[in-house]
């Protein structure tokens, strides 16, 4: 497809679970974006990469978060011993030319019971 | 002050009004600016970006302070389509290149 793809576009998991999300970004988009979004507030930043390497990770809210982006395309966020206020949006976006327009996939819904 | 901060809503108004949203931000080296519209459980897509001092598209004009670091944007002759939330959003410079969305303004247009 022509867009950002995510999956899954739901997830439901257990606390202390351990669960991957995926990114696929636009074909030649070299900026690749996560963000997290609970209900009533705007998109929260975790991380940005620049081709394979992140170049900002300040939003990642601890060390159970992790992402990678190893051959500069598809992206992987990684969370470990999942807690219930992991539970959230998780939204992928890419870019052309940052800090220009971020084209964003429909989300990944995280639910930890 | 927070990196970005919006309005407090939700605003509810009747079609054919004229509304303004007002967003404020703390980086004085920012140079881009976007407005966002995310639809109820859609993911947010780029509605105007301001580069200078302002910018025109139909109904919707964004609008850049400077010196009082804020953008605005005026949406005029409401319809029921426009009902959704505003995200403002503020990049920075350098090689931190993260944008920052502030928290949203969710418009209800009435009949």
């Known amino acids: 497809g022509a867009g950002v793809s995510q999956t899954p576009s739901n997830k439901v998991t257990e606390k202390g679970k351990y669960v991957e999300l995926r990114c696929d970004p636009i074909?030649?988009?070299?900026?690749l974006y996560w963000y997290r979004q609970s209900l009533g507030q705007g998109p929260e930043f975790l991380i940005y990469?620049?081709?394979?390497?992140?170049?900002?990770d300040s939003g990642l809210p601890n060390d159970r978060f992790f992402a990678v982006r190893p051959e500069g395309s598809v992206s992987t966020l990684k969370i470990q011993r999942t807690e219930r206020g992991d539970s959230a949006v998780y939204l992928c976006?890419?870019?052309?030319?940052?800090?220009?327009?971020?084209?964003f996939g429909e989300g990944s819904r995280l639910t930890v019971l | 002050r927070k990196e970005v901060e919006q309005d407090p809503g939700p605003f509810n108004v009747p079609e054919g009004a004229t509304v303004a949203f007002n967003c404020t931000y703390s980086?004085?080296?920012?140079?881009?600016f976007f407005w966002y519209r995310q639809d109820c459980r859609k993911e947010p897509k780029l509605l105007m970006s301001?580069?200078?001092s302002g910018n025109e598209d139909g109904r919707f004009t964004a609008q850049l302070n400077r010196a009082s670091q804020y953008i605005s944007l005026l949406i005029r002759d409401s319809k029921l389509s426009d009902s959704a939330t505003y995200l403002c959003?503020?990049?920075?410079?350098?090689?931190?290149?993260?944008?920052?969305f502030g928290k949203g303004i969710t418009l209800s247009v009435r009949p």
């Open positions: 976006a890419s870019s052309q030319y940052p800090p220009g327009e971020l084209f």
């Open positions: 074909s030649g988009h070299t900026a």
């Open positions: 990469f620049q081709g394979t390497g992140a170049a900002d």
């Open positions: 980086n004085s080296a920012s140079q881009s």
């Open positions: 301001v580069y200078s």
């Open positions: 959003v503020v990049p920075y410079t350098g090689a931190n290149s993260k944008l920052t």
